[in-house]
């Protein structure tokens, strides 16, 4: 259950070259899933990399086709971005990874109009805090429950016990 | 007391207008399923739209979380539930990537097959709904109908459901096509052919419902790309990106097929676009009865149970509504750690704001009707 050792830094697979060249002041390490170079970048720094990343004209990202957040396990939620461009036909992947005592991660809908939906829909499954979204509002759930289903401590089948809670931590063995 | 008191007389100075609210849905057959719209209108144009999903929503993620990857097959099919097997594909794709298993040849063709026949299943199912939200009341829905009943028939007889097929599996498939399957499919690509045009002639040849769509709610390729919108909507702006052709996956690099596309992206572009889809999606399935090879349908080398180490990948293939985008993560065991569904009308119905504002009442659910979304896949 270990992740795979991170790249040498001075690897850069696939497309991390060519977006390291045009941002040589971006900090971030490099590790490749099966389909995508994925940028491992701390949440301070994520909006200028992503800035950097849609607005140069080589690597124009233009498209935030996805954003997914994962519980991964001792207290840390990641954040996957997934970008594409539509000029270069390239991705790439983006990675944020976030302590649960402080999970603030920037919001990205001031760059793209796309990540509005995907946000608040982390933001209720996963309890992250996405900071400048315009209209943070639960979207699948109801607002009054105040549950993080997606969070690995929360059990799948009690569910509809925990749906009259109105605080606390979720995933309560009752 | 006078009956009508003095003061309450409206004259012009005092007659002021106030925003009201509407409220469309959760149940409305307007909606396609179970969504809500808050709208609020200016006399008959709509300022503001709210919309409020979730009705549907069942939880896939959690799920999948907690089933094998064999026991997921049957959520996902539920997603996109109009083209069961697009979604299928979507899932095995991710889960093959992840544990690099190999399809075999036969499988990959079929797959293509079945699943622009479910592509053709899903834009009939949008023009016959269409045609009715503009007004063309039942004829668009019959002849739709009568179509796709053909296609459910030819899927039941495949695998034994005609809705949620579940005949896919990561590393091939259920099982082989019936014998008699190239004359089955040939007759269908007659019929749909037959059905393609009869709704052609009542759509496309009716001067109001033209005039009604023409010129409605167009957008911009920039603004729809900013949007995250993908699929017809995204081709009706005039950018010619499938990702059948961008991507291509399966065996997709083989087949040739047109791309077509719309000129402002307004609702007859978005109609006309699907219309087409439809045409070039049977010339696929002409192109798969050709090349079908003999062999096997099942990767022999498939283990009972599926156990996948450490490995992450996010799969996009051209569902019926857009990119259909599968996120998976495997740590280990016998289920994924998380898997997550980019759904396509998720994405194009966040965008439904911004092109029903400043638009009449009665368009607005006609723009609605225009991005096909299948609250199945937007609540996951």
Known sequence: MTQPAPASPPEYPGISGLIHKS??????????????????????????????????????????????????????????????????????????????ANRHVPS??????????????????????????????ALLLDEDVRIHPLLKSHPLQTVEILQGIEEGVPGFKF | ???????????????????????????????????????????????????????????????????????????????????????????????????GLEVPERAEYIRVMMMELSRINSHFMFLGAFGADVGSFGTSFIYAWRER?????????????????????????????????????RWLLGSINQGLEDLDGLLTGNEIFVERCKGLSPMSTSRAVNLGITGPI??????????????????????????????????????????????????????????????????????????????????????TKGEYGVYAMARGGVKPYRMKLRSPSFCNLAALKEMVVGNYLADAIIILGSLDIVLGEVDK
């Open chain 2, 234 to 319: 995204l081709r009706a702006t005039g950018l010619p990106w499938d990702l059948r052709k961008a991507e291509p996956y399966s065996v997709y690099d083989r087949m040739k097929f047109d791309i077509p596309i719309g000129e402002s992206g307004d609702i007859f572009d978005r109609y006309f676009v699907r219309l087409s889809e439809i045409y070039q999606s049977t010339k696929i399935i002409e192109q798969c009865l050709e090349q079908m090879p003999k062999g096997l349908v099942l990767n022999p080398d498939l283990p009972k149970t599926l156990r996948i180490d450490n490995a992450e990948c996010y799969i996009r293939t051209e569902g």
């Open chain 1, 108 to 137: 990205l809908t001031s760059i793209y109009g796309a990540a509005d939906w995907h946000e608040r829909e982390a933001a209720e499954m996963l309890g992250l805090v996405f900071d400048g979204h315009p209209n943070p509002k």
């Open chain 2, 1 to 99: 007391m006078s009956v009508w008191p003095e003061e309450r007389v409206t004259t012009i100075d005092s007659f002021n207008t106030v925003d009201m609210t509407i409220n469309v849905g959760p149940q409305h057959p307007a909606t396609h399923g179970v969504f809500r719209m808050v709208l609020t209108v200016d006399g008959e144009v709509v300022v503001d739209c709210e919309p409020y999903i979730g009705y549907l929503h069942r939880g896939l993620e959690k799920l999948t979380e907690n089933h094998d990857y064999r026991q997921s097959m049957g959520w996902w099919d539920r997603t996109d539930y109009l083209a069961g097997l697009c979604c299928e594909g979507a899932y095995c794709m991710a889960v093959e990537k992840m544990a």
């Open chain 1, 23 to 100: 941002l040589p002041k971006a900090a971030f390490t490099v590790l490749s899933t099966k389909t995508d170079a994925d940028l491992q970048v701390a949440a301070a720094d994520l909006l200028e990399l992503v800035q950097g990343l849609f607005e140069r004209k080589e690597l124009a990202f233009d498209m935030l086709a996805n954003i997914t957040g994962i519980d991964m396990g001792e207290d840390k939620l990641a954040v996957k971005y997934n970008f594409y461009s539509f000029k270069h036909n390239h991705r790439v992947q983006v990675t944020v990874t976030v302590p649960w």
């Open chain 2, 149 to 185: 009943e053909r296609i459910y028939d030819f899927f039941e007889e495949v695998s034994g459901d005609r809705m949620f097929p579940t005949y896919f599996r990561p590393g091939g498939l259920m099982a082989d096509l019936p014998e008699n399957y190239e004359s089955r499919v």
